[in-house]
């Protein structure tokens, strides 16, 4: 382990995000008691119910990270970057942190700009679907997600492969931007990565409310299990 995990594991507190992407999560978000550390509401997946989601936004007991997701990230319903732009700019004035993609930052820098006046959190992020890229190509991402203003970066790639899940682990370990990071896998080890990874410093954990669609996303009460286990807090 080296010395910047070290650092990282010690000064930040693994958070669970609850991910909303239907009305059925919705519903069920809503109705918690005790709910995660924050909401990420899928602005792409709830284009269908943006009325009833406004009302419910005053009643869900947690911060709120809005995203509207690229389609080539795994964004739903093959939004336009208008469609997109103004999805974020309608929620952002309810969230506390609002998520881009690295690849759209160009086109959503009027977002990202408002969302910096109004002192709300930047995510810069990067998905890929198919593969674990280099750490290399990994490490430059994080480079640019600096470049372009982010507070913190999102990285989720594939790990299906024992190799994949080492790049990914070997990037978050030995990556040296000063930027708090939240690394997680998908595929089938996913599941493992994020506890792994949360337990590394990353700096959010992302989790379904209902049944998942994302194949390596646990629930939020398996992830806490998982965390009461290992200690991780």
Request: proline share 6%; net charge positive.
């Given at each position: 382990m080296t010395a910047r995990t070290t650092v990282k594991t010690s000064r930040t507190r693994a958070q669970i995000v609850g991910v909303i992407a239907s009305s059925s999560d919705l519903r069920f978000a809503s109705r918690m008691t005790t709910p995660p550390?924050?909401?990420?509401?899928?602005?792409?997946?709830?284009?269908?119910?943006?009325?009833?989601?406004?009302?419910?936004?005053?009643?869900?007991?947690?911060?709120?990270?809005?995203?509207?997701?690229?389609?080539?990230?795994?964004?739903?319903?093959?939004?336009?970057?208008?469609?997109?732009?103004?999805?974020?700019?309608?929620?952002?004035?309810?969230?506390?942190?609002?998520?881009?993609?690295?690849?759209?930052?160009?086109?959503?820098?009027?977002?990202?700009?408002?969302?910096?006046?109004?002192?709300?959190?930047?995510?810069?992020?990067?998905?890929?679907?198919?593969?674990?890229?280099?750490?290399r190509t990994l490490k430059a991402k994080a480079r640019a997600a600096t470049s372009a203003g982010a507070n913190s970066l999102k990285i989720a790639t594939r790990t299906d492969t024992p190799a994949q899940l080492v790049r990914l682990f070997e990037f978050f370990v030995n990556e040296d931007v000063d930027l708090p990071i939240s690394a997680m896998g998908i595929g089938q080890l996913g599941a493992a990565s994020r506890v792994a990874l949360a337990q590394l410093g990353s700096v959010f954990t992302y989790a379904s409310i209902g049944q998942s669609t994302i194949e390596g996303q646990l629930s939020i009460r398996q992830l806490r299990s998982a965390f009461t286990a290992l200690k991780i807090a």
């Open positions: 550390d924050l909401f990420e509401l899928r602005l792409d997946h709830l284009i269908g119910l943006l009325d009833e989601l406004e009302k419910k936004m005053p009643i869900l007991r947690a911060p709120l990270i809005i995203t509207a997701r690229h389609p080539d990230e795994g964004g739903a319903n093959r939004l336009s970057i208008q469609q997109r732009r103004e999805l974020l700019l309608r929620f952002l004035p309810r969230a506390r942190y609002v998520d881009v993609e690295l690849r759209s930052v160009k086109e959503l820098r009027p977002v990202l700009e408002l969302a910096r006046r109004k002192k709300i959190h930047r995510i810069i992020s990067f998905h890929d679907l198919k593969k674990t890229p280099s750490v």
